[in-house]
């Protein structure tokens, strides 16, 4: 039932993230890239720091042993603070395409270190699903030219650090809360992202904001509260495989949401690779085990609306 619950999770965690890509890339075009994570992170840092608080979930800190302590440490510097800023700055030198087709990769790495590090059992459903879902990747890259620069490298380095941070996080998750690890992991990242800042010699543009890029670091803000509340309950209750290619299915969202919504035309080979994309990840997840996790979600919802 556990590993059930976490899968759904997991979806609604990809639904999530496929919607916040897709207005991040509105948002960040609109001042300097890691100021714009640094601020929409802080503000994350706040409101996860406040529901550990209200949860007493923050005593867990107290109790700390080494290996735990440098964990969260590892966590909050690279995962909620590093990735982020080369992951945006990258994403302002590459086009859209270019930066979703090596963000979808990040289930490539999670796999291997899913099997490496926390030795999860890897099956021939989850190669096939992994190819699958590649081919699909290529697929939907469409036209973009996928060139070695410094805006693809940037990109590539922050989803091996996140595909990195997770399975870390995987290991941290079996003695702490959700809660405890989201909470440290942005409010460390901001202070490494405002270091960032201060290296570079980029502080003032946190004193120019404009009210558009105000508007949607407050609505990318809510966007990720959600997504870093549900993904570490998801990877809580599952395994970094498992969860990591239902997560990959937020890339199919985001450019569902671009053709609908930004006016672009869904091509024949575009509908063909995302429909790939869709059914290796559900495939390398298990198909039985999606319906048990509808199954449990549709339980939880209707226990919900009796109350």
Same mark, same amino acid.
């Given at each position: ?24 890339? $509105? ?100 190669? /096939? ?8 990747? $290529? ?50 990242? /901001? ?89 290796? /990840? ?26």
């Amino acid at each position: 039932m556990e590993r059930s619950d976490g899968l759904a999770l997991a979806y609604l965690t990809a639904l999530v993230s496929g919607i916040s890509v897709f207005a991040n890339s $509105f948002g960040v075009v609109t001042m300097d890239a890691t100021a714009y994570a640094f601020l929409k992170n802080v503000l994350v840092a706040v409101v996860l720091s406040a529901i550990a608080l209200s949860l007493g979930s923050w005593r867990e800190l107290l109790s700390l042993d080494r290996k735990q302590a440098l964990r969260l440490l590892f966590i909050g510097v690279f995962g909620g603070g590093v990735a982020f800023a080369l992951f945006f700055t990258g994403l302002s030198m590459v086009s859209g395409q270019v930066g979703s087709f090596l963000y979808r990769l990040l289930f490539v790495f999670a796999a291997v270190l899913g099997v490496a590090y926390l030795k999860e059992k890897f099956s021939w459903k989850i190669a /096939a699903g992994a190819a699958v879902l590649l081919v699909g990747n $290529f697929l939907l890259l469409g036209g973009a030219q996928l060139a070695l620069s410094e805006g693809v490298l940037l990109v590539l380095a922050a989803t091996v650090i996140w595909a990195a941070e997770y399975a870390v996080s995987k290991k941290a998750l079996e003695a702490l809360s959700a809660t405890t690890v989201a909470s440290v992991r942005m409010g460390v990242g /901001a202070v490494v992202l405002l270091s960032i800042l201060v290296l570079q010699g980029k502080t003032g543009a946190l004193g120019a904001i404009s009210a558009e890029s105000l508007m949607w670091i407050v609505l990318a803000t809510g966007f990720l509260v959600l997504f870093t509340t549900l993904w570490y309950s998801a990877l809580k209750r599952t395994t970094l495989i498992s969860a990591t290619a239902v997560f990959t299915l937020g890339g199919p969202i985001s450019a569902l949401l671009s053709f609908a919504l930004a006016g672009k035309a869904l091509l024949p080979l575009s509908a063909l690779g995302l429909f790939l994309i869709a059914s290796g /990840a559900i495939f390398a997840a298990g198909a039985a085990e999606t319906v048990a996790a509808i199954a449990s979600a549709k339980d939880k919802a209707r226990a919900l609306f009796r109350l």
